[in-house]
């Protein structure tokens, strides 16, 4: 009986000497974040003071430089709404006038659609122009979308082809943003029409306002008052510009990152013995397993 209760143990201990050890770990050197407790004479103090981040650039800007932004933008997009509305007002009546010549007017209605996506991309750059950052859409999806997961608005594609997008970004563009260059106008206008009516007026005029005192004042009154109006009107105008661009000619997507697995089980090398000393036996012992 106690002889084979030697055997077990001693099978026991070439277990355990031969048990390979545990391979080395691949995130041993992985940097630790530091804790927000910090020890002050052996006692964990209060919570550490942690400066606030960086705000943003379009939180930085001031009031001059957000009028200014508003400004641009409204040109811009007045010029863009005027432009839209002409070109598919001319190309669709072309097409349909001259497609009984030989279907030269399915080339003119190919043009238009060409035209078509080419306005949808300025239109979102001008979105892109007056939005904050993280609301930036894409005008196309980044190279580096592959390679981790990303979620936003892009420009809808396949807007230059004969598809029901493109049609109704056409609509859109007829319709809607025509509606928004009549509504810049009037912004600008609000903005901006007064004083330069004012500095670009005859002799008689001017001397009204800059010959004296209180006609300055009232200058200076009446355009502050109209610039503080005009620019609430272009923001307020802005928005909804915004909103018809995100609706109209922008959609949703995801792109989804993965990591490979290994399919089949991984073997380890069995690691040399390096445990304490051992008799010869047990070594033999050991060393006929593995031969």
């Not at 009037?186 to 800059?210: G, N, V």
Request: hydrophobic share 50%; charged share 10%; glycine share 6%.
């Amino acid at each position: 009986m106690m002889h084979s209760t030697s055997s077990i143990a001693s099978s026991r201990d070439v277990v355990n000497v031969v048990k390979p050890s545990a391979p080395d770990s691949a995130y041993d050197s992985v940097p630790v974040a530091q804790p927000v407790l910090y020890p002050n004479d052996g006692e964990i103090s209060g919570h550490a003071y942690v400066p606030p981040g960086q705000r943003s650039d379009d939180e930085n800007k001031g009031f001059v430089a957000t009028t200014l932004r508003l400004i641009i933008f409204h040109t811009l997009n007045a010029a863009l709404g005027l432009s839209g509305h002409t070109a598919i007002t001319v190309g669709f009546a072309l097409g349909l006038g001259l497609l009984p010549l030989c279907c030269f007017g399915i080339v003119i209605f190919r043009m238009t659609l060409y035209f078509v996506g080419f306005l949808a991309e300025l239109d979102v750059s001008l979105y892109n122009f007056i939005s904050p950052a993280d609301e930036h859409v894409y005008v196309s999806i980044p190279r580096q979308a592959n390679w981790f997961s990303l979620t936003g608005l892009r420009l809808a594609p396949n807007l230059s082809t004969v598809s029901s997008g493109a049609f109704l970004v056409a609509l859109y563009l007829y319709l809607i943003k025509f509606a928004m260059f009549i509504l810049s106008v009037m912004s600008l206008a609000l903005t901006l029409a007064f004083p330069i009516a004012i500095i670009s007026s005859d002799d008689d005029t001017q001397d009204t306002f800059f010959g004296s005192f209180w006609g300055l004042v009232l200058f200076v009154f009446v355009t502050v008052f109209l610039v503080l109006l005009g620019a609430a009107f272009m923001s307020f105008t802005a928005h909804i510009s915004r909103a018809a661009t995100r609706y109209f000619c922008c959609e949703k997507f995801s792109t989804y990152s993965y990591v490979a697995e290994a399919s089949g089980p991984v073997f380890y090398t069995p690691a040399a013995v390096t445990y304490g000393a051992t008799n010869n036996a047990t070594t033999a012992k050991s060393d006929s397993i593995y031969v």
